[in-house]
């Protein structure tokens, strides 16, 4: 069975920093790009980052490019998302999912999600 | 760049009767790359449909894809209670980045 389980997340403070982690099972981790994606209170779901199966390309949202860097450690089937110089506009659940490979080079739909960990943003 | 618009933004019917949601892009696509996803409240967005018509692993049969071209549909035959959810649309396969529709909420 595919697993996605995330941790981290909670409240920090505008300026401050988190980071994220996505524990995979059920598949080999390092043959799939994988994502994250936020969504904020009533809103539907934003693009934040990507990161290729080998973890040489990287990819970024406009809103989020230079402040969140992603990461993984295919020893460990492990996703991380460092989150620097948070916004209070960054507060979402921020899920993690697999994309299933269909086009090189472009996202793909996502097969797999994790259950999403909620960050709050506030003074 | 695509632009998805789902409608309508609410739906609300009976137990038993039959949904049908659209999205439609904003210039032809001239791929089967369109999927949709269903969000439970207070849970992830779930994987329904891929390549237009494909059911994902698990996806009741009441559930069913169409469309070409700019119109797609989304159609569950016969509304349960645990459809209650909001569903996007997704053009995949184009670029880096998400395009997902605006979602259409359903109620019953």
């Known amino acids: 069975e595919i697993q996605l389980v995330q941790s981290g997340g909670g409240l920090v403070q505008p300026g401050g920093s988190l980071k994220l982690s996505c524990a995979a099972s059920g598949f080999t981790f390092s043959s799939y790009t994988m994502h994250w994606v936020r969504q904020a209170p009533g809103r539907g779901p934003e693009y934040v980052s990507a990161v290729t199966g080998g973890g040489d390309f990287t990819f970024y949202g406009n809103t989020v490019k230079g402040r969140f860097t992603v990461s993984r450690d295919n020893s460990k089937n492990t996703l991380y998302l460092q989150m620097d110089s948070l916004r209070i506009e960054d507060t979402a659940v921020y899920y993690c999912?697999?994309?299933?490979?269909?086009?090189?080079?472009?996202?793909?739909?996502?097969?797999?999600w994790g259950q999403g960990t909620l960050v709050t943003v506030s003074s | 760049e695509i632009v998805l618009t789902q409608s309508p933004g609410t739906l609300s019917l009976s137990p038993g009767e039959r949904a049908t949601l659209s999205c439609r892009a904003s210039h032809s696509v001239s791929t089967t790359h369109l999927a949709w996803y269903q969000q439970r409240p207070g849970q992830a967005p779930r994987l329904l449909i891929y390549g237009v018509s494909s059911r994902a692993a698990g996806i009741p049969d009441r559930f069913s894809g169409s469309g070409s071209g700019t119109d797609f549909t989304l159609t569950i035959s016969r509304l349960e209670p645990e459809d209650v959810a909001v569903y996007y649309c997704q053009q995949y396969g184009i670029s880096a980045g998400l395009t997902l529709g605006g979602g259409t909420k359903v109620e019953i």
């Open positions: 999912a697999r994309e299933f490979p269909v086009v090189t080079g472009a996202t793909d739909y996502y097969d797999n």
